[in-house]
Structures are given as structure tokens and as C-alpha cells.
């Protein structure tokens, strides 16, 4: 199952690169087709503030605020002590980013086999998880079926 960075979510909504909006817009009506998407509450925090405050043009908030309440169906994992644990050991030992660690100790959490994200090393693999970067070349959206 794939897990969803931010970066997915923001392009999605960004009119400034047609060609990465029309890629996270292909993956996330997938991911809702399938009903297979995961992500965290970090992911929809970030979310938020991106899309409202950094996005020239933002979303209002109600546009973005309506974006968070239909991703709540993706069910978001929250920080547990658990993740925090999980977290701080991929910051040792894969030397990730603070934010990052939670974001691949999250989807760890949720069972996911893929991390779809443009702002980690493609290709990685920590523990289950593979990060992939969905911006790339070498990316196929068959692979959000085959992992």
C-alpha cells in the first residue's frame, strides 16, 4: 500500500507545474479509486499550511480545510510513542531528517510497502518500505500495483 508525502498532495494542487500536477493528480485518483492511499496527520498538516500560506496561488482555507476532511477517509496514523521509538531509530540509522523519520516511521506504521515522495533518496529501502519518487523518470504507476 503506498503512503503519501506532502509533496504529492501540495503538486496536486500547484497550477505552476502542469506536469507534476497531472502526475499527483494521477496518483491520487488511484490511490481513491482503490481505496489503497495511507498517509499521517503530519502529512495533512503540512498540507494545510502549504497549500493556504506557501502556494502562489494558495487555496482558500475552506478549499484546503475541505482537502483535509476528505483525506481523513485515508484514516491518518497520529504520533504514538511507538512511531516516536520507530522514528528516532531511521533518524540513526538512515540518518533522515527529524521530520522526515516520522514520516517513513509513520508509514511503516500503517502497513505501507511504498512511500511516494519527491524529497527522499528514490530507491531507498528501510526495512518493508520503499521510497519512490513519483516525479522521476523511471517511475510507473504499476508499481503502486506491484508493491
Not at 503540512?46 to 494558495?58: C, D, H, I, S
Amino acid at each position: 500500500m503506498p503512503f503519501v508525502d506532502t509533496n504529492i498532495l501540495v503538486y496536486a494542487r500547484d497550477k505552476s507545474d502542469q506536469a507534476k500536477q497531472a502526475r499527483a493528480a494521477e496518483i491520487l485518483a488511484f490511490l481513491w479509486r482503490n481505496r489503497t492511499g495511507r498517509l499521517s496527520a503530519q502529512i495533512l498538516h503540512e498540507y494545510y499550511v502549504t497549500a493556504t500560506r506557501k502556494l502562489k496561488p494558495g487555496l482558500s482555507r475552506t478549499e484546503a480545510r475541505q482537502d483535509v476532511r476528505d483525506l481523513l477517509e485515508w484514516h491518518p496514523r497520529s504520533v504514538s510513542a511507538g512511531i516516536l521509538e520507530s522514528a528516532w531509530e531511521i533518524e540513526d540509522r538512515w540518518r533522515l531528517s527529524w521530520w522526515d523519520s516520522l514520516v517513513v516511521a509513520s508509514a511503516l506504521d500503517s502497513g505501507a510497502t511504498i512511500l511516494l515522495s519527491e524529497d527522499m533518496q528514490d530507491g531507498l529501502a528501510i526495512h518493508s518500505l520503499q521510497i519512490l519518487d513519483p516525479f522521476s523518470e523511471e517511475f510507473d504507476m504499476e508499481q503502486l500495483v506491484t508493491l
